[in-house]
């Protein structure tokens, strides 16, 4: 009888642990959705730093057009508990990623992109106008050529983060290394 006793209170005990496991895996889920960063958290710390590091010296100029500027060319991708941010700095081919979580940033990485010698070659520029970010990015880099996000704007018809326009067009023949703009859809303004 004593053994049975024994027996079922290990049973209630390992339950009662299964619960208390389940309510502070609960608890951290909820804290990390309540305190993932959103694309003004990160356009404010990235201009902040910048300023802090000396990054940039015109801090009246920053303090003033920056949130705005790395608000609008910031890709954010959202995964609820956290968020990735990846802000493109073409003019210096960075093109930083940023782990955002409980409410803090951490530079995943900051690389110099590989460049190619440079060629008098010309290539043909591809079509990017209805292709992802990602997609776009990576068609170019295979073809020798720089990207740029020339501006973001809305769309009702071309999904968020996919390329509404882009300088020079589909067709032209261009040198390799040469910098393509693109026009970039934020999705629908509701």
């Not at 590091?53 to 920053?62: D, N, T």
């Not at 960075?94 to 992109?113: A, C, D, H, M, W």
């Not at 997609?135 to 720089?146: F, I, M, N, W």
Request: no cysteine; hydrophobic share 35%.
């Amino acid at each position: 009888m004593f053994d049975e006793l024994k027996e079922k209170d290990r049973k209630s005990k390992e339950g009662s642990n299964k619960y208390l496991l389940v309510i502070i895996l609960t608890g951290i889920i909820i804290m990390l959705a309540a305190t993932n960063p959103t694309t003004s958290d990160f356009a404010e710390w990235t201009v902040s730093r910048a300023v802090r590091e000396g990054l940039v010296e015109a801090e009246v100029f920053v303090s003033l057009l920056g949130e705005p500027m790395v608000r609008g060319m910031t890709i954010r991708n959202n995964y609820v508990l956290f968020s990735v941010f990846i802000f493109p700095v073409s003019e210096t081919d960075y093109e930083p990623k940023t782990l955002g979580v409980l409410g803090n940033f951490i530079l995943l990485n900051y690389s110099r992109k590989q460049k190619k010698p440079y060629s008098y070659e010309k290539v043909e520029v591809p079509e990017l106008v209805g292709k992802s970010y990602q997609e776009a990015k990576d068609l170019l880099q295979d073809q020798g050529l720089r990207f740029n996000i020339y501006h973001r704007t809305h769309s009702e018809k071309v999904p968020k983060d996919h390329i509404l326009e882009q300088f020079p067009e589909a067709g032209e023949k261009v040198e390799i290394d040469s910098l393509i703009n693109v026009v970039i859809s934020d999705g629908d303004k509701q």
